[in-house]
């Protein structure tokens, strides 16, 4: 089988090995349900696209999926793919338009509100190029990151995230301000 670059999309990354028997977490958005026949994924090791056939998954929460693979029955074995991107075959994936309504690509524009402050301003962009998804909010003319696992509630109709912040989560930003 020959995989070229071209032919991938990215769904994800691989966090840490869960357990001693070969299961590693992916953090990714995409459901593995939809797709029909043998199931793998794809990563670029050492300059080669390098299909893992998946022997078997399951949903740990809404952002990580955990996984094993045909002779990566260990620990040890699998922990080379922690911090790798993993990619799946583009045709596997559905259009653009049709991903679930809870993806996160969905939710630019959207007005991120707190639990206990309320609205801090709306997702200018996502950034999906570490483990954890960050929203880009712009609060108060400045550009902060909320990890996207801490959003509780979706609403599409009033266009809205609904999270709960850590405490002393916008202090760190509001100090951080201050000292430019």
Known sequence: MMIKEDNLFKIGLFAKPHGIKGEIALIT?????????EIYVVCNIDGLWTPFFINSYRQKNRSTTLVTFDRLDSEDKVKFLTGKTAFVPSE???????YPEDHWSNVIGYT??????????QV?????????????????????????????????EQK???????????????QHETKK
């Open 29 to 37: 958005d995409y459901e593995l349900d939809g797709i029909s026949g």
């Open 124 to 156: 200018t962009n996502i950034d999906d190029n570490t483990l954890n998804i960050l929203l880009k909010v712009d609060y108060q003319g400045n550009e902060i990151l909320i990890p996207w696992a801490l959003v509780k509630l979706i609403r599409h």
């Open 160 to 174: 809205s995230l609904n999270l709960s912040l850590p405490e002393g989560f916008l202090e760190i930003y509001n």
């Open 92 to 98: 596997w994936l559905p259009p653009a338009d049709e």
């Open 112 to 121: 991120v509100v707190d639990d206990r402050i309320g609205s801090l301003g």
